[in-house]
């Protein structure tokens, strides 16, 4: 063994760090200059967190998903929540899935009473579709349904004198307490807001911004809900989606946050 050790095999102290019982930076070499990237796994598919947020905390219990699926209910699953009595004894599941040679994740909802939502940017307004609105859900009834196969740019080259008849919907509160608010849609654009706000429909809701949404009608005839930037947001029921590496879902009153660290 060279003169460097002792006669134990021991290193000297100034040695220490780099010694094979494991490296450990000292002070005398801080990582300010380092420019090598964080390790990232490359043979395994990466590990997202669904966060359980509590009560309006950004924080709360962290799930990793490690593997192919996470099923969440309210008595069974592999994330089991029994004080929330709006989720179904087995509610949602995440599930990962092969795609174009890496994994996307799907949110799909069980069948359950009270539905899945994810909060949304922009939706598109279906006749399916409940969005919840600050503590209110909404529906549209009798929405012009959009064509099946169109094209996605199919917008841009609509001639005007082959737009589809005005078809006037009318967004209905689902409620199980008694007659809920009708409101029908008379205008191209109309705005959501809290009373007092100066929005074309207000809610009396301390949930609901001054300026919260905006529902707009498409040139196909088709609407969209458009969420403002505010705190509680919009939330629209899904039966199956693909989550983005960073977004929020909800089943019953639970919020929860998926992420890809």
């Excluded at 174009?100 to 922009?122: E, P």
């Excluded at 705005?191 to 929005?199: E, L, M, N, V």
């Excluded at 458009?226 to 939330?235: S, Y």
Aim: net charge neutral; hydrophobic share 35%.
């Amino acid at each position: 063994m060279g003169d460097d050790y002792d006669k134990g095999g021991h290193p000297p102290p100034e040695m220490e760090d780099r010694s094979a019982f494991g490296w450990r930076p000292s002070a005398a070499a801080p990582y300010s200059k380092e420019d090598a990237q964080d390790f990232r796994p490359i043979l395994r598919p990466a590990v997202p967190v669904v966060t359980v947020l509590d009560d309006g905390s950004q924080h709360g219990e962290a799930v990793r998903l490690r593997g192919d699926t996470l099923t969440i209910g309210r008595t069974s699953g592999d994330l089991v929540l029994p004080n929330d009595q709006a989720i179904s004894g087995m509610h949602a599941e995440i599930l990962r899935r092969p795609w174009k040679g890496s994994f996307q994740w799907t949110l799909r909802d069980i069948r359950s009473v009270n539905g899945t939502f994810v909060r949304a940017a922009r939706a598109v307004f279906h006749e399916e579709a409940i969005v919840i609105l600050g503590s209110r859900r909404f529906r549209l009834r009798n929405p012009l349904v959009a064509r099946r196969g169109a094209s996605p740019s199919s917008a841009t080259v609509f001639d005007s004198t082959a737009l589809p008849p005005t078809v006037w919907p009318v967004l209905v509160e689902a409620t199980q307490r008694g007659q809920g608010i009708e409101v029908p849609l008379r205008s191209d654009s109309v705005s959501i807001g809290r009373t007092g706000g100066g929005a074309d429909l207000e809610l009396d809701d301390p949930l609901v911004a001054n300026r919260h949404a905006q529902l707009e009608r498409q040139r196909d005839g088709t609407w969209q809900i458009i969420a403002e930037t505010t705190r509680n947001g919009v939330w629209v029921s899904i039966t199956e989606v693909t989550l983005k590496p960073y977004c929020h879902f909800r089943c019953g009153e639970q919020l929860f946050r998926f992420e890809i660290p």
